[in-house]
């Protein structure tokens, strides 16, 4: 019975380690289709994690990115939210490689590891707006400089606005951190965050107000000073602010 015991705790392991994969591997593509060649393959790969999402559908709140490398061909989405990951963890997830509206990812998974956390994220690759719309970048901590607001507010709808660095646009989304009715028109941003692909266009999603340089962080007024006036109305101090 021990012998048998162990030969069980052997085949585990050889299984969860079975067909272990770089992300480079899976995602890396000639295909027009930027199918990966992997496609309906299960596989096991490791990678730290980058991003969370946290706004949209409740399946994909809490799904993620993760990388193993800086660079192109390195990052991936783990469509799966029943593991509560952080950014920072180096995970091990085994899934089934697929496609989803052309969209490269790690779904139907069945294991996902926190191997430790508070691990350094791979160098975003600094790139043109233009690069970021391609097959590459899929999955990669990316960040462009020097691009300029074309597109704000509600005019592309569903949380998105777009910059250019004279090159081409870039969507920017708001899958993880809003942003589109504050960004300022023909205002100059950098961009940082994990490339998505959806509904036919790539998208960066920063995740949080660090991501977006040339922002300006929201000015923090106490509720005293909004409310204390000697204004014989009464109206307060910062109305309209």
């Known amino acids: 019975m021990k012998k ?35 496609v309906s393959t299960i596989v096991t790969t490791t990678g730290v994690v980058t991003a969370v999402v946290a706004n949209g559908p409740a399946a994909a709140v809490g799904t993620f990115f993760i990388q193993d490398g800086a660079g192109p061909w390195n990052g991936i989405y783990i469509y799966e939210n029943g593991t509560v990951v ?28 926190i191997n430790s956390s508070g691990n350094t994220l791979p160098a975003a690759s600094v790139i043109s707006t233009l690069n970021a719309n391609t097959e590459q970048y899929e999955g990669v901590l990316v960040q462009v400089q020097s691009a300029t607001a ?47 692909y959806s509904f036919g266009t790539f998208k960066i999603l920063p995740r949080d107000i660090n991501d977006i340089g040339g922002a300006t962080p929201p000015t923090i007024v106490s509720i005293y000073d909004i409310q204390f006036t000697a204004a014989p109305s009464g109206d307060s101090p910062e109305l309209g602010n």
Request: net charge negative; glycine share 8%.
């Open 86 to 113: 952080s950014i920072g963890d180096n995970v091990t997830v085994t899934g089934t490689v697929l496609e989803f509206n052309n969209t490269t990812e790690l779904g139907s998974v069945t294991n996902i590891t």
């Open 150 to 196: 074309t597109n704000v507010g509600s005019t592309l709808g569903f949380g998105l606005w777009s910059v250019n660095d004279s090159s081409g646009d870039i969507q920017v989304d708001d899958d993880i951190f809003p942003y589109a009715n504050t960004a300022v028109l023909s205002n100059v941003y950098s961009v940082t965050g994990p490339v998505q």
């Open 4 to 38: 048998l015991y162990s030969l069980l705790i052997a085949l585990t392991v050889v299984s969860l380690s079975a067909n272990s994969q770089t992300i480079f591997a899976i995602q890396n593509t000639a295909a027009p289709s930027g199918d990966s060649p992997l």
